[in-house]
C-alpha cells in the first residue's frame, strides 16, 4: 500500500485551519477537526505530528471544545506560544451559535488555556475570555495570533471588522499587547487597509532583515497572502506575487525549523467529490516550504523530503525518445504517454520554451489521445500557470452548454513569470490531490475528481517548446 502523502484523518473527518508548532524539532500540527455532521457535533483542535514532512501521526483530540452550554462550543483557530517559565499558552477562538450578539449573530471571543506538561493536557482559563471592544463586530473577532517583538512584548493579533464603513471593506488586524500573557491591554490596530472583508488566520514572523504578516483574505478570491516590512510596526508592501498557492489551498499558518519556513494550510475538498461541486471548508492538510528571494520575496514550492519520499521510478514512455522538440507554430501537438500511471505519484518536466510560445504543459489522467485530461497549462504570454479540465459537463444539448463556460477554471490560475528558456514543472498526485509547482516558485493545489486514472501527457500549443528530461516516481511500487 502506498503511504498518505497529504494527511487526512482516519475517522472521516476533515482537516482545517492548521496552527504549527514547532517543539524540539518536531512540527505539532493543531488542527480544526471537522465533522459534517447534522447536527453540528461541535469543533475541537485535534493534533498531527511530523519530523520528516512526509509521515503523520494523529494524536486525535488537543483541546476539546465546550459543552452546548459553554462559550467554545466551536474551538476555533488561534495560536501556541512558550512563555520564559517553560508554560505552554494556547489562545483560540470560541463560539457557540447558541450564544448571540447585539446584532443577532454569534459571538466571537478570544479565549485562553494553558499547559504544563509540555502540551499533553490543557486547562481552560475561562476568566480571561473577552469580545470584541466598542468599534468592532462581535460576530467577526477571531483567530487570535500571539508573537513577542523586538522589545519583548508579547502582541496579539485578531481577525476583526469595523462596525462601520463599505461592507465589503471593513477588515482589519486589531492589536493587544501583553508583558505576561495573561494581561492583554488594546492597542492601534496591527493593520487597517480597508481593502478586504476579513484577513482571517493573521501569522507574522521575522526572517533575516524582513518581517512578514501573512493572512487569508475572506473576500472574493479566498487566497492566502502575505506583506512586507523592515519592521514589525511597517509599513507593510504588496510584493509583486502576494499569494502562497491558489483559491484551494486557504489559511495557510507558518513554523520554523533550522533556519527553513514552511506554510501549512488546507486543500479544500468539493461537494458531492465531483470536480463541478462547490468548494468546502476544511480539507485535507498540505505542506509548502517557502524560500527567500534575494529582495526579500517569497518563493514556494515542495520540500526536498518530500520530493525524496517518492523513490521508484515509473516506467514512462512516449512511442518516441526524450528529450523531445515539440513545435506546432500555429496549433497544438501533444505526446501521451504508452502506461497508465498510478494513483499517486511525483512528476517532473523540465521544458526549454521558445519566444513567442503562447502555452506548453502537462496533461494529466488523460484519455489515450490526449483529448480528455486534466491540465496544468503554462502561458508564457500571460505570465501565469493554470489547471484546467477537458471536457467539462454538459449542461444541455448544445455545442456551448458546458459548466465552466470560460477559457479555464477561473479560480485556478497563478501569475508566473515564465520568460523563454528553461522551466521546470513539479507535479505531485494523490488520491484526489493534485499540487503543481513551477520552478520552485510558484504552487497551485487544487482537487481532481472525476477522472480516477488515465495516462501523462506533454504538450505544446502556438510555438514551440524543447521537453528536454521527464521522470515519473512513486513511493512503494504496486
Request: contains cysteine; proline residues 6%; hydrophobic residues 40%.
Amino acid at each position: 500500500m502506498s503511504q498518505q502523502v497529504f494527511f487526512q484523518p482516519g475517522d472521516g473527518g476533515w482537516v482545517g485551519d492548521v496552527i504549527p508548532f514547532q517543539h524540539d524539532g518536531e512540527f505539532w500540527l493543531f488542527y480544526l477537526h471537522e465533522l459534517r455532521e447534522d447536527p453540528k457535533p461541535g469543533t475541537a483542535w485535534n493534533l498531527v505530528t511530523t519530523k520528516d514532512l512526509t509521515q503523520f501521526v494523529d494524536h486525535g483530540v488537543s483541546l476539546p471544545h465546550g459543552t452546548a452550554d459553554e462559550p467554545d462550543f466551536n474551538a476555533y483557530t488561534g495560536s501556541v506560544v512558550l512563555d520564559d517559565y517553560g508554560v505552554h499558552h494556547l489562545f483560540y477562538t470560541g463560539q457557540n451559535p447558541q450564544r448571540l450578539g447585539a446584532d443577532g449573530l454569534p459571538l466571537q471571543l478570544v479565549m485562553h488555556a494553558t499547559s504544563l506538561d509540555g502540551m499533553k493536557t490543557w486547562a481552560k482559563l475561562r476568566n480571561l475570555t473577552f469580545g470584541a471592544p466598542e468599534g468592532y463586530e462581535t460576530a467577526d473577532w477571531r483567530d487570535p495570533f500571539v508573537f513577542r517583538d523586538p522589545d519583548g512584548v508579547w502582541r496579539m493579533l485578531v481577525a476583526a471588522r469595523h462596525t462601520d464603513g463599505p461592507e465589503r471593506r471593513r477588515g482589519l488586524i486589531a492589536q493587544y499587547v501583553s508583558r505576561n500573557l495573561l494581561h492583554w491591554s488594546k492597542a492601534e490596530p496591527f493593520w487597517d487597509p480597508r481593502r478586504y472583508i476579513m484577513h482571517e488566520c493573521p501569522d507574522v514572523f521575522q526572517w533575516g532583515d524582513w518581517w512578514y504578516l501573512v493572512y487569508s483574505e475572506f473576500s472574493d478570491s479566498f487566497s492566502t497572502r502575505y506583506r512586507m516590512a523592515k519592521s514589525s510596526d511597517g509599513p507593510w508592501t504588496v510584493p509583486d506575487l502576494d499569494t502562497v498557492d491558489g483559491r484551494a489551498f486557504y489559511a495557510s499558518k507558518s513554523a520554523e525549523r533550522e533556519g527553513r519556513r514552511f506554510f501549512f494550510g488546507w486543500i479544500a475538498s468539493k461537494e458531492g467529490a465531483a470536480d463541478d461541486g462547490a468548494w468546502q471548508w476544511a480539507g485535507t492538510l498540505a505542506v509548502l516550504e517557502a524560500r527567500q528571494n534575494d529582495d526579500g520575496t517569497l518563493a514556494f514550492g515542495f520540500s526536498d523530503e518530500l520530493v525524496e519520499s517518492f523513490w521508484d521510478d515509473v516506467p514512462v514512455s512516449f512511442g518516441e525518445p526524450l528529450p523531445a522538440r515539440l513545435s506546432a507554430p500555429d496549433g497544438y501537438r501533444a505526446l501521451v504517454s504508452e502506461e497508465v500511471l498510478p494513483g499517486q505519484f511525483y512528476a517532473r518536466a523540465d521544458f526549454a520554451i521558445d519566444a513567442g510560445t503562447t502555452e506548453c504543459g502537462l496533461l494529466l489522467r488523460a484519455s489515450d489521445d490526449g483529448d480528455e485530461s486534466y491540465v496544468v497549462r503554462l502561458e508564457p504570454k500571460r505570465g501565469r500557470v493554470v489547471f484546467d479540465r477537458w471536457p467539462r459537463q454538459s449542461t444541455g444539448p448544445g455545442q456551448w452548454e458546458i459548466s465552466g463556460d470560460v477559457a479555464f477554471e477561473i479560480e485556478l490560475e497563478r501569475p508566473c513569470y515564465l520568460p523563454p528558456g528553461e522551466h521546470t514543472l513539479e507535479v505531485i498526485v494523490d488520491g484526489d490531490v493534485c499540487v503543481a509547482v513551477v520552478d520552485r516558485r510558484v504552487a497551485l493545489s487544487t482537487r481532481i475528481y472525476d477522472r480516477k486514472a488515465g495516462r501523462l501527457g506533454v504538450f505544446v500549443g502556438e510555438g514551440s517548446a524543447a521537453v528536454e528530461s521527464l521522470a515519473v516516481r512513486q513511493r512503494t511500487a504496486t
